[in-house]
């Protein structure tokens, strides 16, 4: 099966070509590199350089006889997204009718498209599974409910088999160190931290500490990358052999609170933070874990990584060798 990933030098995309080249995928990496690296380009894999945006790059892609696609490729913070929801409509639903249109053009027929526990919104129980409602609170989980939707009535009218794969929380690195390029202006909490052990950043927030938790800091279900990684292939496989849509939550069920990664953190590389304690921030639910039961069910998907500080110790291996 020969695939194309769109997204592919990014953080998540960069493990994906991984865990598919070591699965006997032929892989092309498609990729403006606007957030992605070249250096996650692996030996093995066709890169071809391109936007989203640009029509004609996608049908010529689409042309070398693909036949599967992983669609990684979005802008992702969450508060830019409030602040300019035009780019995000451009990027992520624009760019992404693009790869659609482009696929049925060239008789592509499955796709695994990188989705978010974004499109839930704040949850109305815990854990939240698949048929929670989809009621984003922010743009940018409003972008990947549409694009769902558009998937869906793709799929209805026979053009497309899709996989939507709603991730939880993304954490951690490779465990044997071959993927080394970090990702550019980093927002997420895991990167923060590295960037305030190494003197890169003085000190970071952690906002709210009087959540109804038990140390008052929020709740997350944070899932390897990895492990991520392994559920596209098992997604791939599972359109291919029975021609079938669906969307699932990939998260371990697990909750960790934000003082837990910190402390966590604070083991691994043996030293204190700086940090404090800022107001919460609007939208950030007290608690959000996932019911993966879906995924293990469809799929066959197990999380391997679970031990946090096992996680951290992956990413603080990266910040080591590029310090």
């Given at each position: 099966?020969?695939?194309?990933?769109?997204?592919?030098?990014?953080?998540?995309?960069?493990?994906?070509?991984?865990?598919?080249?070591?699965?006997?995928?032929?892989?092309?990496?498609?990729?403006?590199?606007?957030t992605g690296s070249?250096i996650?380009?692996?030996?093995?894999?066709e890169?071809?350089r391109?936007?989203?945006?640009?029509?004609?790059?996608?049908?010529?892609?689409?042309?070398?006889?693909?036949d599967?696609?992983?669609?990684?490729?979005?802008?992702?913070?969450?508060?830019?997204?409030?602040?300019c929801?035009?780019i995000y409509?451009?990027?992520?639903?624009?760019?992404?009718?693009?790869?659609?249109?482009?696929?049925?053009?060239?008789?592509?027929?499955?796709i695994?498209?990188?989705?978010?526990?974004?499109?839930?919104?704040?949850p109305?129980?815990?854990?939240?599974?698949?048929?929670?409602?989809?009621?984003?609170?922010n743009y940018?989980?409003?972008?990947?409910?549409?694009?769902?939707?558009?998937?869906?009535?793709?799929?209805?009218?026979?053009?497309?088999?899709?996989?939507?794969?709603?991730?939880?929380?993304?954490?951690?690195y490779?465990a044997?160190?071959?993927?080394?390029?970090?990702?550019?202006n980093?927002?997420?909490l895991?990167?923060?931290?590295?960037?305030?052990?190494?003197?890169?950043?003085?000190?970071?927030?952690?906002?709210?500490?009087?959540?109804?938790?038990?140390?008052?800091?929020?709740?997350?279900?944070?899932?390897?990358?990895?492990?991520l990684?392994?559920?596209?292939?098992?997604?791939?496989?599972?359109?291919?052999?029975?021609?079938?849509?669906?969307?699932?939550?990939?998260g371990t069920?697990?909750?960790?609170s934000?003082?837990?990664?910190?402390?966590?953190a604070?083991?691994?590389?043996?030293?204190?933070?700086?940090?404090d304690?800022a107001?919460?921030?609007?939208?950030?639910?007290?608690?959000?874990?996932a019911?993966?039961?879906?995924?293990r069910?469809?799929l066959?998907?197990?999380?391997?990584?679970?031990?946090?500080?096992?996680?951290?110790?992956?990413?603080?291996?990266?910040?080591?060798?590029?310090?």
């Amino acid at each position: 099966m020969r695939v194309l990933v769109i997204g592919g030098a990014g953080y998540i995309g960069s493990h994906v070509q991984k865990q598919l080249l070591e699965e006997g995928f032929d892989v092309a990496v498609f990729d403006d590199l606007s957030t992605g690296s070249e250096i996650n380009l692996l030996p093995q894999t066709e890169f071809i350089r391109g936007s989203i945006l640009d029509k004609d790059a996608l049908n010529e892609a689409m042309g070398r006889h693909i036949d599967g696609v992983v669609h990684l490729a979005a802008k992702k913070a969450v508060g830019e997204s409030m602040l300019c929801p035009e780019i995000y409509a451009e990027n992520n639903i624009c760019g992404s009718l693009n790869i659609l249109n482009a696929m049925a053009a060239n008789g592509v027929r499955h796709i695994v498209f990188s989705s978010s526990a974004a499109v839930y919104g704040m949850p109305q129980y815990i854990p939240v599974d698949e048929k929670h409602p989809i009621r984003p609170i922010n743009y940018y989980g409003y972008t990947k409910a549409a694009i769902e939707e558009n998937m869906r009535w793709y799929s209805q009218l026979g053009k497309l088999n899709y996989a939507a794969l709603r991730y939880f929380n993304a954490v951690g690195y490779a465990a044997d160190g071959s993927i080394r390029g970090k990702e550019k202006n980093p927002q997420n909490l895991m990167p923060i931290i590295m960037e305030a052990a190494t003197g890169k950043r003085e000190k970071f927030s952690i906002f709210g500490n009087d959540y109804d938790t038990p140390d008052g800091t929020c709740i997350r279900d944070y899932v390897h990358v990895s492990d991520l990684a392994k559920a596209h292939t098992l997604a791939l496989k599972k359109l291919a052999a029975d021609n079938v849509s669906f969307a699932v939550n990939l998260g371990t069920g697990k909750g960790t609170s934000v003082k837990e990664i910190v402390d966590a953190a604070e083991k691994v590389i043996g030293k204190k933070l700086n940090y404090d304690y800022a107001p919460r921030r609007a939208g950030d639910p007290a608690i959000l874990t996932a019911g993966a039961g879906l995924a293990r069910e469809l799929l066959g998907w197990q999380p391997e990584y679970t031990d946090v500080e096992k996680i951290i110790q992956t990413v603080w291996n990266l910040e080591q060798e590029q310090n």
